[in-house]
């Protein structure tokens, strides 16, 4: 089945610890993209990729660092330096980057739970 | 960018029509307007996108007006399964900067 697939689906971080989450789509698409959402809460943009070896800064970039070296993959990494990292993690890719539109819609993965312990 | 206006919550009863109305008063030419769907630790599934009038797929409809300043998602005969939380999304990719934002949504709930 073609999708986005993100793992683990929990994940437990000591204070002072970096933390990865994966995220893996055969959906061919060029576009990628990290939120997170806290509970009750919308979608807030961490980073986003155009393309391979390509990420910008999305709204609360802070405290997470992102690589895309290759297409179907996009990790990210929780650091230290983000102090309140418990939330819902969800990855999201679209066709190309661009407007939305019939045929270029985001598509989201089944979303990852980090909780600092 | 479009800045979405929906209810917080909604109740219904199985075997229902539910309509919910999104607000977006400042949708530009260009935006398509996008719902979806998401259950508690899950990521949010799409449901349907429209432009203008009408559409319709298997599992809802859209229904836009003329001036594309609110939409209605509309789910025919509602189960138990359709409590979920729904985000009317609007906007576009600026530049290749994701302008899309999501808000609370709204939570329905389905009652038998």
């Known amino acids: 089945d073609g999708g986005i697939t993100q793992s683990p689906k929990y994940l437990f971080r000591k204070e002072g610890q970096n933390v990865t989450l994966s995220c893996e789509q055969n959906?061919?698409?060029?576009?990628m993209y990290w939120y997170r959402q806290d509970p009750g809460q919308g979608l807030r943009l961490i980073y986003y990729?155009?393309?391979?070896?390509?990420?910008q800064k999305g709204d609360i970039a802070e405290g997470y660092s992102v690589s895309r070296e290759k297409k179907e993959s996009f990790p990210l990494t929780v650091t230290s330096a983000q102090k309140n990292p418990t939330a819902f993690y969800l990855c999201?890719?679209?066709?190309?980057?661009?407007?939305?539109?019939?045929?270029?819609?985001?598509?989201f993965g089944e979303g990852s739970w980090l909780t600092v312990v | 960018l479009a800045k979405t206006t929906q209810p917080i919550s909604m109740d219904s009863y199985e075997g229902q029509e539910v309509n919910i109305t999104c607000s977006h008063n400042?949708?530009?030419?260009?935006?398509?307007i996008t719902w979806y769907q998401q259950f508690p630790s899950q990521g949010p599934r799409f449901i349907i996108q429209?432009?203008?009038t009408k559409v319709t797929n298997e599992v809802a409809s859209l229904f836009i007006p003329a001036d594309r300043k609110s939409s209605t998602l509309s789910l025919p005969r509602v189960s138990l399964s359709d409590t979920a939380v729904y985000y009317c999304?609007?906007?576009?990719?600026?530049?290749?900067?994701?302008?899309?934002?999501f808000g609370a949504g709204t939570r329905l709930a389905v009652h038998p």
């Open positions: 999201a890719s679209s066709r190309v980057p661009g407007q939305i539109s019939s045929g270029n819609t985001i598509y």
């Open positions: 959906l061919n698409h060029d576009a």
């Open positions: 990729s155009q393309i391979v070896n390509d990420f």
């Open positions: 400042n949708i530009a030419t260009n935006d398509y």
């Open positions: 429209g432009y203008k």
């Open positions: 999304l609007v906007g576009r990719f600026s530049g290749g900067y994701n302008k899309l934002i």
